[in-house]
């Protein structure tokens, strides 16, 4: 294992700024159709610095957009998704959803996108990317666990299973607003998969 690069303070911030702006970059023409030319045009970055702060080039920046996208993403989400233990918690969690894709400015889900989009060229990568999904889906099955824990779920509910199909649903909603340009169809996704999950209710 490499030994993680640090940086001052100014260093962190400037590697942070590169990252956000290359997000948006990607997110909009996808990872394939953007160069480290167009990330060194678009945050006025010259080519030493930018592998100062990514020596691997384009693979170092991918990973840090993608932890990038994750956090935004799962912080949009909270405090709903640390206390998805009640039914008032998942309620708010799918407003929080819907509130933070219905304002943004590109549709679809950023991290799905990547993974997808690297599985063919980059399987290591996409499996990296891919670990941000795992790990938010963790948080859903961990609240749906304590539900059954507490008697909120019948006892042979299923976390793990509940879990995937709810988070099946919101890739498939996030999926389809690319492609009609709208939130209703992550909207009809959220409230089908909730209704479902009401149905292991105790």
């Known amino acids: 294992m490499p030994t993680p690069v640090r940086f001052t303070a100014k260093g962190a911030l400037t590697r942070a700024r590169i990252v956000e702006a290359a997000a948006d970059l990607v997110l909009a023409r996808g990872v394939g159709g953007t160069t480290l030319d167009d990330i060194r045009a678009g945050t006025a970055t010259s080519k030493s610095q930018l592998f100062h702060y990514f020596p691997d080039g384009k ?3 991918v ?3 993608a932890a990038f996208q994750a ?3 799962l912080q949009a989400q909270r405090p709903f ?3 998805l233990d009640t039914w008032e918690a998942w309620d708010g969690w799918r407003d929080a959803v819907l509130a933070h894709y219905g304002s943004q400015p590109h549709w679809g889900c950023p991290i799905g996108a990547m993974a997808g989009e690297l599985a063919g ?3 290591e990568r996409a499996a990296e990317v891919a670990g941000h999904m795992d790990r938010w ?3 859903l099955r961990a609240g749906l666990t304590r539900m059954r824990a507490t008697g909120l779920l019948r006892a042979d509910a299923d976390p793990e299973d509940l879990a995937l199909a709810i988070f099946a649903a919101l890739q498939g909603g996030l999926l389809l607003t690319q492609t009609m340009r709208s939130i209703t ?3 009809a996704a959220l409230d089908a998969a909730l209704t479902a999950l009401r149905a292991s209710a105790a």
């Open 63 to 65: 990973a840090a957009i």
């Open 185 to 187: 169809p992550l909207r």
């Open 59 to 61: 693979r170092d920046l």
């Open 137 to 139: 889906c963790g948080y």
């Open 71 to 73: 956090e935004r993403v």
């Open 121 to 123: 060229s980059d399987p």
């Open 81 to 83: 998704l640390d206390t």
